[in-house]
């Protein structure tokens, strides 16, 4: 469901947040070290950073954008914290990318500025919620060139958990005009139980290491 960046804000500020788990989604680190990423990256909806940073240590260009202060200020600490003050935050709402001449060119358009797009539970925020879905694919196409590439890491409902679960179809039928979707597979999303979750989460198995896995899919979607 789409929400106001005080929602968000609060979430980081009250450390109640079920997708800050201290690393990167094993999903995203695999999908690197298959070759999934290159170029120019985008992390949008960034969150505590994780992928930005990893991305920044393995020498990738990348930017994080979040649309909370609070998850900026989040990812900047964390990345201070693991030795990566380099990697790149910053405040922006990725349903309006196309109106940044440096991301998009400028006449907007002209010149799109990255090569992969790395979204990790970003997309399935917009779920059911029509208009700012489509708003955020044409944000997406407005700032990826063509022939890059959209990966997303979103949780599936093939099973019951917590958060926003969308269905396969709903990310093939989201990209169509200007998009080829060449892969839509069965993932895992890493999470923990917080307390906002903990009903939801009661039938999940926590690991040792205090990490719920949520069946997730991660598609590959080509921008024409
Ligand atoms: C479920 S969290 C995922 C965070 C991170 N990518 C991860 O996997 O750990 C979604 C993030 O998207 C951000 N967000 C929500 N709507 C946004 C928007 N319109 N533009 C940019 N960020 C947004 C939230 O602030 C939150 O940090």
Redesign the pocket.
């Known amino acids: 469901m789409?929400?106001p960046?005080d929602f968000?804000n609060t979430v980081?500020d009250n450390d109640t947040?079920p997708?800050?788990?201290g690393e990167p989604?094993p999903a995203i680190v695999a999908l690197e070290r298959e070759g999934g990423i290159t170029g120019r990256v985008l992390?949008?909806?960034?969150?505590?950073g994780?992928?930005t940073i990893l991305l920044t240590r393995l020498g990738y260009d990348v930017r994080g954008?979040?649309?909370?202060p609070s998850?900026v200020a989040y990812a900047r600490a964390n990345a201070a914290e693991q030795g990566v003050p380099s990697a790149a935050f910053e405040v922006?709402?990725?349903?309006a990318l196309g109106d940044r001449p440096e991301f998009a060119g400028d006449p907007p358009g002209s010149a799109p500025a990255f090569d992969t797009v790395v979204?990790?539970?970003?997309f399935h925020?917009f779920g059911t919620e029509d208009e700012?879905r489509a708003a955020?694919v044409r944000s997406l196409h407005a700032i990826c060139k063509p022939g890059g590439t959209v990966h997303v890491?979103a949780l599936s409902d093939v099973e019951p958990g917590f958060?926003p679960r969308i269905s396969d179809t709903l990310i093939r039928e989201s990209f169509h005009d200007g998009w080829t979707v060449e892969d839509v597979r069965p993932a895992r999303?890493r999470g923990r139980v917080t307390d906002p979750v903990a009903q939801d989460a009661a039938h999940l198995e926590v690991s040792a290491s205090g990490h719920v896995d949520l069946a997730a899919w991660l598609a590959r979607i080509r921008r024409r």
Do not use: K
């Open positions: 789409t929400r960046a968000w980081y947040a997708w800050v788990i989604q992390d949008p909806g960034c969150g505590a994780e992928h954008i979040d649309m909370s998850a922006a709402d990725a349903l979204d990790s539970a970003l925020v700012p955020y890491l958060g999303y």
